[in-house]
């Protein structure tokens, strides 16, 4: 009998257990989705998470890899889930489906499949969709009723939904009660930074404030604003979640934040002509709070050690900012990660862990016990 | 980093806290919750002869010698064996190879005793005082007794004082923390024999003479800290209550835990002014110096789900563990499988006749219900949290890929020989690789390769010698020749002459004639 | 594996490096088989030029360090010197043996013990396995026996690829 080495126990959550968690973590901002903008995220889930798992089957037969084995760790569910909500809602189905078949591909098993890619899949994919189809990628359609407030279920109706369907499949316009793609309101945003073009204070903040209407109504009154604000706070919560369940560290997260909070705050002049967008408007709107606990803080891609995390954070959050106003893509969030991903084996060397009893410049030992 | 919470108790100084650990579930109830009891005297019983990194104590009986109770069997071989004596009376029955607790499972030279049934009565152990002997009776008795750590590294006691001796002890620790899950031994020791611990603890106090004496206890074992702090009430020991976290027994760690200070890398606390030591130890400390009683039993966890009655046992030396499991009911054909030690710093047994030792605080006999199949492995997926987890402030992952990648001389400098192996990082490991094998295997591996370096410069050193002292040889032959012919050439001139001068005087007669 | 082509610029330090530097890369099993009377003369020839790979007992690994010392790409093992095989140790079969004390003359590190007329024995830590005693000897009382295993000298094994841990089997 070969020896086996100690321990005899073992506590932890399986690769695939975190993978669940982080799905279910993903849960309330994917309600927020759909409450304010329609089935659109569920067709796209839809088509990117039976894409990936496709597509991962498929590589496992190429690489004489057990399939079933493979795609019981979840990880490609949760890039399908990460990546379909960076697609714009109402993209056509070959935009899922090529995104999510590039991320599984090369975003992650040309490197040698999961733990050995260097960067995030789901922001590969995002990455290369948005570079090889830019007008798709920034193409918001949502039923138009999204965008007012007088028609209250007007996303999750009927009509709302077919609309949505018929810009996923446009082979379903004639077939499906006509074509009602009209209905749907296209406007560009990547992100409603352009929409509101870094000004607007938060819709949420403003429901609190106003006492004609109760807090609720006014709060899940459908608009594109309060919408993505809502689903930022999801995500928050999401993460709030990952960080009480130690699948994710704090490190990540409060310096992704913290960097690019401190640097909003700095440079934010309100009621001046150069206006970069208020915190708030920085943490809360936009892809911020989903880079900042679910994609930033993909293990395989981030450093392990506390301070190479802090450092990678900070560097994210930095060019987060940098690129949102200086970049010609205003949702960074994605090229920041990408960045961020580049790095962090270089930071895991160049920051490493204290070792225990080894004296460093920056924590020397202690010379004296004080009893 | 920063200190921790103030403790309760008056006059006890803050405790700090180390990085990393784990919070394993305890199972210590079942075997805590009867007294100690005795083992029966094994008919047979096994006393290995190796010691603390394979050096080996030297036999002084011959098999077919008689024994009595307490008679030295054995003597020290080295600075890093002890002295071994008779558990019980017996006949030697022979001197040969047998399994013993060791994670190779390869058998060692062992001394066989087949004990008398039923024992001779010998003379009752006295105590005496100890305060009428100096240090080096007290060291010479502890020594004489052969004591070693008894909480599981097994390095010889009277060694380990004699270096603290020498460089100042400030601060003597005593270890109570017995942070392995499974693991009750010293619990229990001290809950029915506290003052005898804390004799000891005094006799080492004594000894050393340090500023302070710190009793390290985990806040999980109420009824020990109790016995403690009434056995420690007159004295000037003081019973530090720490957070349950393993691995908070671990020595390093616990050291950091009552003193906030870390043990320099590649150091012992003893360069430091810190000596550390077990209860138990402390408890054989008593024996030996106020009882005069070597080290002859101990108490061992039996423990595990395929026995009906979970015990602490008080162990004769050298018992077969096959009796121990027959004493806490193991059912006839149950599938086991048994481990030396707890489950998480342990290793695997396959010989249930291996004897009890020093080192064997635990005994496992684990059902496969108990730990199912291994869940597959995959690959890492960088977590980390196996550095969350990690004692010693390592980054487990990282040190994992530069040995897989067999980078040997990064695997050195990223420090694999910091890692105590305490298995928190593989307990964490979601994708369940058998991360503490890696550096076990590793660590060997360049120890390995440097014994062999050793042992090259040794025989270049030989064959140098060998090559000089041919050439030497063969200078003194060509020597021994060249004088050989000078010789020659001198007898050949002499007998010339010789013949010259008996020729001379015929042919001068001749002349005459 | 890394293989590395000398840059030029590094060629030049190789004649800086000492003949003790080489030696020390050797196992120093001293038994010739790169047709040298011994590591060190192999040393010598190195650092005059001689390829790096004529040594069986050194196997890989003595590739491997002479490589990285010289600035030498990494080749494989010359087989005309022989295959690497784990270190053995002589044993006599002590009834056959005649005293002849061929083999302590033989033997490189002085690891026989015995004279003539007498039974030999072979002082196992002092042995390096380098066969040299195998040939003289008249009645064939020598073998090469694998070093006995000891739980002193016991390593871990390095787990398989695809062992899972945590728990036990």
């Known amino acids: 009998m070969p020896a086996i080495s100690s321990p005899f126990l073992c506590g932890a959550r399986s690769v695939a257990q975190i993978m669940q968690l982080v799905l279910l973590a993903c849960l309330p901002a994917l309600a927020f989705s759909t409450w304010f903008f329609g089935i659109g995220?569920?067709?796209?889930?839809?088509?990117?998470?039976?894409?990936?798992?496709?597509?991962?089957?498929?590589?496992?037969?190429?690489?004489?890899?057990?399939?079933?084995?493979?795609?019981?760790?979840?990880?490609?569910?949760?890039?399908?889930?990460?990546?379909?909500?960076?697609?714009?809602?109402?993209?056509?189905?070959?935009?899922?489906?090529?995104?999510?078949?590039?991320?599984?591909?090369?975003?992650?098993?040309?490197?040698?499949?999961?733990?050995?890619?260097?960067?995030?899949?789901?922001?590969?994919?995002?990455?290369?969709?948005?570079?090889?189809?830019?007008?798709?990628?920034?193409?918001?359609?949502?039923?138009?009723?999204?965008?007012?407030?007088?028609?209250?279920?007007?996303?999750?109706?009927?009509?709302?939904?077919?609309?949505?369907?018929?810009?996923?499949?446009?082979?379903?316009?004639?077939?499906?009660?006509?074509?009602?793609?009209?209905?749907?309101?296209?406007?560009?945003?990547?992100?409603?930074?352009?929409?509101?073009?870094?000004?607007?204070?938060?819709?949420?903040?403003?429901?609190?404030?106003?006492?004609?209407?109760?807090?609720?109504?006014?709060?899940?009154?459908?608009?594109?604003?309060?919408?993505?604000?809502?689903?930022?706070?999801?995500f928050f919560a999401g993460g709030l979640f990952l960080l009480w369940q130690r699948i994710i560290s704090w490190h990540i997260p409060v310096?992704?934040?913290?960097?690019?909070?401190?640097?909003?705050?700095?440079?934010?002049?309100?009621?001046?002509e150069a206006v970069y967008g208020s915190p708030y408007l920085h943490l809360f709107i936009s892809a911020t709070m989903i880079g900042a606990f679910f994609i930033a803080t993909d293990p395989v891609t981030a450093p392990a050690s506390p301070r190479a995390r802090l450092a990678y954070g900070c560097l994210i959050g930095i060019a987060i900012y940098t690129l949102r106003i200086r970049g010609n893509y205003l949702d960074s969030v994605g090229f920041a990660i990408l960045l961020g991903n580049l790095f962090a084996p270089g930071l895991d060397r160049l920051l490493p862990t204290r070792v225990y009893g080894k004296s460093s410049k920056w924590f020397p030992l202690r010379r004296r016990s004080t009893p | 980093?920063?200190?921790?919470?103030?403790?309760?108790?008056?006059?006890?100084?803050?405790?700090?806290?180390?990085?990393?650990?784990?919070?394993?579930?305890?199972?210590?109830?079942?075997?805590?919750?009867?007294?100690?009891?005795?083992?029966?005297?094994?008919?047979?019983?096994?006393?290995?002869?190796?010691?603390?990194?394979?050096?080996?104590?030297?036999?002084?009986?011959?098999?077919?010698?008689?024994?009595?109770?307490?008679?030295?069997?054995?003597?020290?071989?080295?600075?890093?064996?002890?002295?071994?004596?008779?558990?019980?009376?017996?006949?030697?029955?022979?001197?040969?190879?047998?399994?013993?607790?060791?994670?190779?499972?390869?058998?060692?030279?062992?001394?066989?005793?087949?004990?008398?049934?039923?024992?001779?009565?010998?003379?009752?152990?006295?105590?005496?005082?100890?305060?009428?002997?100096?240090?080096?009776?007290?060291?010479?008795?502890?020594?004489?007794?052969?004591?070693?750590g008894m909480g599981g590294a097994g390095f010889p006691t009277a060694a380990k004082l004699r270096r603290a001796l020498a460089n100042g002890v400030q601060t003597l620790i005593i270890n109570a923390a017995e942070c392995e899950p499974s693991i009750s031994a010293d619990e229990a020791l001290l809950g029915e024999h506290a003052e005898e611990v804390c004799q000891g603890i005094a006799i080492l106090q004594a000894l050393l003479k340090p500023d302070v004496c710190l009793i390290g206890i985990e806040d999980s074992k109420p009824g020990a800290i109790a016995a403690l702090e009434q056995a420690c009430c007159n004295r000037n020991i003081k019973v530090v209550v720490i957070p349950t976290r393993y691995p908070s027994g671990g020595e390093r760690q616990l050291i950091k835990i009552l003193t906030g200070r870390e043990v320099p890398s590649g150091r012992t606390p003893q360069d430091i002014q810190i000596l550390c030591q077990n209860v138990s130890t402390c408890h054989a400390v008593y024996q030996a110096v106020v009882l005069?009683?070597?080290?002859?039993?101990?108490?061992?966890?039996?423990?595990?789900?395929?026995?009906?009655?979970?015990?602490?046992?008080?162990?004769?030396?050298?018992?077969?563990?096959?009796?121990?499991?027959?004493?806490?009911?193991?059912?006839?054909?149950?599938?086991?499988?048994?481990?030396?030690?707890?489950?998480?710093?342990?290793?695997?047994?396959?010989?249930?006749?291996?004897?009890?030792?020093?080192?064997?605080?635990?005994?496992?006999?684990?059902?496969?219900?108990?730990?199912?199949?291994?869940?597959?492995?995959?690959?890492?997926?960088?977590?980390?949290?196996?550095?969350?987890?990690?004692?010693?402030?390592?980054?487990?992952?990282?040190?994992?890929?530069?040995?897989?990648?067999?980078?040997?001389?990064?695997?050195?400098?990223?420090?694999?020989?910091?890692?105590?192996?305490?298995?928190?990082?593989?307990?964490?490991?979601?994708?369940?690789?058998?991360?503490?094998?890696?550096?076990?295997?590793?660590?060997?591996?360049?120890?390995?390769?440097?014994?062999?370096?050793?042992?090259?410069?040794?025989?270049?050193?030989?064959?140098?010698?060998?090559?000089?002292?041919?050439?030497?040889?063969?200078?003194?032959?060509?020597?021994?020749?060249?004088?050989?012919?000078?010789?020659?050439?001198?007898?050949?001139?002499?007998?010339?002459?010789?013949?010259?001068?008996?020729?001379?005087?015929?042919?001068?007669?001749?002349?005459?004639? | 594996m890394r293989f590395t082509s000398t840059p030029p610029s590094l060629a030049a330090r190789v004649d800086t490096v000492t003949v003790a530097a080489i030696n020390r890369c050797l196992p120093q099993t001293q038994c010739g088989r790169c047709g040298y009377p011994g590591c060190r003369p192999y040393a010598e020839a190195i650092q005059q030029g001689e390829a790096i790979n004529k040594c069986p007992p050194g196997g890989e690994t003595s590739i491997l360090r002479l490589a990285q010392l010289l600035h030498q790409p990494l080749i494989a093992l010359d087989p005309a010197h022989g295959q690497h095989e784990a270190r053995k140790i002589a044993v006599i079969r002590e009834p056959e043996c005649i005293g002849c004390t061929k083999c302590i003359q033989a033997c490189p590190t002085d690891a026989i013990l015995g004279a003539a007329g007498m039974m030999h024995t072979v002082i196992e830590s002092e042995c390096t396995g380098c066969d040299l005693c195998l040939q003289p000897c008249p009645v064939d009382c020598i073998d090469m026996l694998p070093h006995p295993e000891r739980s002193s000298h016991w390593r871990w094994p390095f787990p398989s690829a695809d062992q899972a841990g945590g728990k036990l089997a």
């Open chain 1, 41 to 234: 995220l569920l067709l796209n889930l839809i088509l990117a998470s039976l894409t990936a798992l496709l597509m991962e089957s498929l590589v496992c037969l190429l690489r004489a890899r057990s399939i079933t084995f493979t795609l019981s760790d979840y990880s490609v569910l949760v890039t399908a889930m990460l990546l379909s909500f960076a697609i714009p809602h109402g993209a056509p189905w070959w935009i899922p489906v090529s995104g999510t078949a590039f991320a599984v591909l090369i975003g992650k098993h040309v490197y040698g499949g999961l733990g050995y890619n260097l960067f995030n899949p789901a922001m590969v994919g995002y990455v290369a969709l948005l570079v090889s189809f830019p007008l798709e990628m920034t193409a918001w359609h949502i039923p138009s009723a999204a965008r007012t407030a007088a028609e209250q279920a007007a996303p999750l109706s009927l009509e709302g939904m077919l609309i949505t369907l018929q810009l996923s499949f446009p082979f379903l316009q004639d077939s499906i009660g006509g074509n009602m793609t009209t209905g749907a309101d296209g406007f560009a945003m990547a992100t409603p930074l352009i929409e509101y073009k870094f000004a607007a204070p938060s819709a949420i903040h403003r429901a609190w404030m106003d006492n004609t209407s109760p807090f609720l109504r006014t709060a899940f009154a459908r608009s594109a604003e309060t919408g993505w604000e809502w689903i930022n706070l999801g």
């Open chain 1, 255 to 272: 310096a992704v934040l913290g960097s690019l909070g401190i640097l909003s705050w700095l440079f934010y002049q309100p009621g001046s």
């Open chain 2, 1 to 148: 980093m920063s200190p921790g919470h103030q403790s309760r108790r008056p006059g006890v100084p803050a405790l700090h806290r180390f990085n990393g650990g784990i919070h394993p579930p305890v199972n210590k109830s079942a075997a805590l919750s009867h007294a100690i009891e005795r083992c029966v005297l094994a008919p047979r019983l096994i006393l290995p002869l190796a010691h603390y990194r394979g050096e080996m104590a030297q036999a002084v009986v011959k098999a077919g010698d008689h024994v009595r109770r307490g008679q030295l069997l054995a003597k020290a071989g080295g600075k890093l064996s002890v002295n071994m004596h008779a558990p019980a009376a017996g006949q030697i029955s022979a001197i040969r190879e047998h399994s013993f607790p060791h994670a190779s499972q390869l058998p060692v030279r062992s001394i066989i005793l087949d004990t008398f049934n039923p024992q001779p009565l010998g003379p009752e152990p006295k105590a005496g005082g100890h305060q009428r002997i100096n240090q080096e009776q007290i060291l010479a008795k502890i020594e004489q007794a052969g004591i070693v």
């Open chain 2, 292 to 513: 005069d009683q070597p080290l002859l039993s101990r108490i061992v966890t039996v423990t595990g789900g395929a026995l009906q009655r979970p015990r602490n046992l008080e162990v004769p030396l050298g018992t077969p563990i096959s009796l121990l499991l027959a004493h806490c009911g193991l059912p006839a054909d149950t599938h086991f499988q048994l481990v030396h030690g707890g489950p998480l710093m342990g290793f695997l047994l396959d010989d249930v006749d291996t004897p009890i030792t020093a080192i064997s605080n635990c005994i496992m006999a684990i059902t496969a219900r108990e730990h199912q199949a291994p869940a597959a492995r995959r690959a890492c997926i960088r977590c980390g949290f196996c550095a969350e987890a990690c004692p010693a402030g390592l980054l487990p992952q990282q040190l994992y890929f530069a040995i897989d990648q067999q980078r040997h001389d990064s695997v050195a400098s990223q420090g694999l020989f910091d890692c105590i192996e305490c298995g928190a990082c593989d307990y964490v490991c979601p994708s369940n690789i058998p991360l503490v094998q890696y550096y076990r295997a590793e660590k060997a591996l360049i120890q390995d390769s440097h014994r062999a370096d050793e042992q090259a410069a040794y025989w270049q050193q030989r064959f140098e010698f060998r090559q000089l002292r041919v050439k030497a040889g063969q200078q003194k032959q060509s020597q021994l020749k060249i004088q050989q012919e000078i010789r020659a050439a001198v007898a050949r001139s002499k007998a010339k002459r010789a013949q010259r001068e008996k020729s001379e005087p015929q042919q001068q007669a001749r002349r005459e004639k």
